[in-house]
């Protein structure tokens, strides 16, 4: 994509509550004893300047200080925005920006707040600003002009914990056209603090998905997106999350291969997740080899050993780990640290063991930009033949 195309494209400023945001403002005015509304333009929340620069807005005509503020990571620091002006609207011109997502809170007269220009995303266990920083690489997560698949929205009772639970439904492009074909499934985890919606809006999973298949780099699969917590009213089930593992294996995918057409064996089932959601993988790894060939563990790191499983022994034994899994895909960002170092190592002891642990890096924080990275090197890789 051109410079211009990715600056003005619709995928860095759609988020859950809008996909194409409204860039205009009400105002009511009344005469003769009528009401009337009309709209003026509104200014967005962020405009790209150029690459890792960009304008932010807040309207706040009356407030004292108003300060954007990154989480740290990529983005770290904070900054002040200009007095208002005449039209109520705030400024503040941010350099060095890096590229990929990013999480940011907005403080006015010392009270965190949302900015209702900018998107809002769930993070962080609240509602919470983003952002998306545009790199010269970042049409592979972007709107283009390729065939687009569907999301679906999918409600089912868990007999786990007694309660409806929802999950989003990836369907391939050709699902609608092709009704006698059936495909492979990718079981895909968002992060602590998150929600399901997570892989949706930040992670922009779905255009991964589009393009990757339009560049015939990637098998057609669905993509399922589960809430990644799950606790059992006993109380019983790991203290971290719940149980996620136990309601996607045992529950969700017989939703799925009951309502959707899939190829229903665990060579064509994959799990995957990114921090909370990699340790969840990690575990329904070894608690359910029955159910999942491929698993997918991003910024996660990796354990033989944890609560309600042991796979020891199975890491000793190449032959028997070949027998159960087609891919251990393992990715961490190169400023993940010690994490990025450690996985080095133990995946150089894996591979000299004769255990095929593929290990994936990229430059970056614990962050979005990471995990859209890991997710199309493995989405590349998933349900492939070995001779592909």
């Given at each position: 994509?051109?410079?211009?195309?990715?600056?003005?494209?619709?995928?860095?400023n759609?988020?859950a509550?809008?996909?194409?945001?409204l860039?205009r403002?009400p105002v009511?005015?009344?005469e003769n004893?009528?009401?009337?509304?009309?709209?003026?333009?509104?200014?967005?929340?962020?405009?790209?300047l150029?690459?890792?620069r960009?304008?932010?807005?807040?309207y706040?005509?009356e407030?004292?200080?108003?300060v954007l503020?990154?989480?740290?990571?990529s983005?770290?620091?904070?900054w002040?925005?200009?007095?208002a002006?005449e039209?109520?609207y705030?400024l503040c011109?941010v350099?060095?920006l890096a590229?990929?997502f990013?999480?940011?809170?907005?403080?006015v007269d010392?009270?965190?707040?949302i900015n209702p220009l900018?998107p809002?995303?769930?993070g962080g266990?609240?509602?919470v600003n983003?952002?998306?920083?545009p790199g010269?690489?970042?049409d592979?997560?972007m709107?283009?002009d390729?065939?687009?698949?569907?999301?679906h929205?999918?409600?089912y009772d868990?007999r786990?914990t007694?309660?409806t639970?929802?999950?989003?439904?990836?369907?391939p492009?050709?699902?609608?056209e092709?009704?006698?074909?059936h495909?492979p499934?990718?079981?895909?985890q968002?992060?602590?603090?998150?929600s399901?919606?997570g892989?949706?809006?930040q992670?922009?999973?779905?255009?991964i998905?589009?393009n990757g298949i339009?560049?015939?780099?990637m098998?057609?699969?669905?993509?399922v997106?589960n809430?990644g917590?799950?606790?059992?009213?006993?109380?019983?089930g790991?203290?971290?999350g719940?149980d996620?593992?136990d309601?996607?294996?045992?529950e969700?995918?017989?939703?799925?291969d009951?309502r959707?057409?899939t190829?229903p064996t665990?060579r064509?089932?994959?799990?995957?997740?990114?921090?909370?959601?990699?340790?969840?993988?990690?575990?329904?790894?070894?608690?359910?080899?029955d159910?999942?060939?491929s698993?997918?563990?991003f910024?996660?790191?990796?354990r033989e050993?944890?609560f309600?499983?042991d796979g020891?022994?199975?890491?000793e034994?190449?032959?028997a780990?070949?027998?159960v899994?087609d891919?251990l895909f393992v990715a961490v960002?190169?400023q993940?640290?010690?994490?990025?170092?450690?996985?080095?190592?133990?995946?150089?002891?894996?591979r000299q063991r004769?255990i095929p642990?593929e290990?994936?890096?990229t430059?970056?924080y614990h962050?979005?930009d990471?995990w859209?990275?890991?997710a199309?090197?493995f989405?590349?890789?998933?349900?492939r033949d070995?001779?592909?």
């Amino acid at each position: 994509m051109r410079r211009e195309e990715i600056f003005r494209n619709q995928a860095l400023n759609q988020h859950a509550l809008f996909f194409d945001p409204l860039d205009r403002r009400p105002v009511f005015s009344g005469e003769n004893g009528k009401r009337s509304l009309h709209y003026v333009p509104q200014r967005p929340g962020m405009r790209v300047l150029d690459w890792g620069r960009a304008e932010f807005a807040f309207y706040a005509p009356e407030a004292g200080r108003v300060v954007l503020r990154g989480w740290g990571g990529s983005m770290p620091g904070e900054w002040t925005f200009s007095p208002a002006g005449e039209d109520g609207y705030r400024l503040c011109v941010v350099e060095n920006l890096a590229p990929g997502f990013h999480y940011c809170d907005f403080e006015v007269d010392g009270v965190r707040t949302i900015n209702p220009l900018l998107p809002v995303g769930y993070g962080g266990f609240r509602p919470v600003n983003f952002f998306e920083m545009p790199g010269e690489d970042a049409d592979f997560w972007m709107l283009r002009d390729v065939p687009h698949g569907s999301v679906h929205m999918e409600l089912y009772d868990c007999r786990m914990t007694g309660r409806t639970r929802v999950c989003y439904v990836y369907t391939p492009p050709s699902y609608r056209e092709d009704t006698q074909r059936h495909y492979p499934v990718l079981y895909l985890q968002h992060g602590g603090g998150e929600s399901e919606t997570g892989w949706l809006w930040q992670g922009k999973i779905n255009y991964i998905c589009d393009n990757g298949i339009a560049e015939g780099r990637m098998e057609e699969m669905i993509v399922v997106m589960n809430d990644g917590y799950a606790f059992r009213p006993d109380g019983l089930g790991d203290p971290a999350g719940g149980d996620i593992d136990d309601v996607i294996a045992m529950e969700c995918v017989e939703l799925v291969d009951r309502r959707y057409r899939t190829l229903p064996t665990p060579r064509k089932r994959a799990l995957a997740g990114l921090s909370m959601g990699g340790m969840q993988a990690n575990a329904g790894m070894f608690r359910h080899g029955d159910c999942f060939g491929s698993i997918g563990i991003f910024s996660g790191g990796f354990r033989e050993k944890g609560f309600n499983f042991d796979g020891s022994a199975l890491m000793e034994d190449p032959a028997a780990f070949r027998k159960v899994y087609d891919l251990l895909f393992v990715a961490v960002g190169e400023q993940e640290q010690p994490s990025c170092d450690e996985l080095r190592e133990r995946a150089d002891m894996y591979r000299q063991r004769g255990i095929p642990l593929e290990l994936y890096t990229t430059p970056g924080y614990h962050e979005w930009d990471v995990w859209r990275h890991a997710a199309r090197a493995f989405l590349r890789k998933l349900f492939r033949d070995e001779n592909e």
